[in-house]
């Protein structure tokens, strides 16, 4: 069983910056393939970033150049740092581990982006 539980969310003004947090539970950390994922109200969870075993990223279209997604195995940890925010990056952000075919996810943690 893998726990998740993230951190950093909040209220910030477009143009603004935030960096979330993830700590993961499990001594094979290292192994788990991390991402980012959001949900906005109405809306579809989608994928915001990804990171892998190897260090590989990926990143949703609409976040590329303004997020960076990376990792910190000796402290079991996951970061999205998040600059120019928009009022459409709003939404609750989850942390998402995926390993052994499984998918474990934190509770989430609120973004709103508001003037």
């Known amino acids: 069983q893998v726990q998740l539980v993230e951190s950093g969310g909040g209220l910030v003004q477009p143009g603004g910056s935030l960096r979330l947090s993830c700590a993961a539970s499990g001594s094979i950390f290292r192994l788990y393939t991390m991402g980012w994922y959001r949900q906005a109200p109405g809306k579809q969870r989608e994928l915001v970033a990804a990171?892998?075993?190897?260090?590989?990223?990926n990143y949703a279209d609409s976040v590329k150049g303004r997020f960076t997604i990376s990792r910190d195995n000796a402290k079991n940890m996951v970061y999205l740092q998040m600059i120019s925010l928009k009022p459409e990056d709003t939404a609750v952000y989850y942390c998402?581990?995926?390993?052994?075919?499984?998918?474990?996810w934190g509770p989430g943690t609120q973004v709103t982006v508001s003037s």
């Open positions: 990171i892998t075993v190897g260090g590989t990223t």
């Open positions: 998402n581990a995926f390993v052994v075919a499984q998918n474990y």
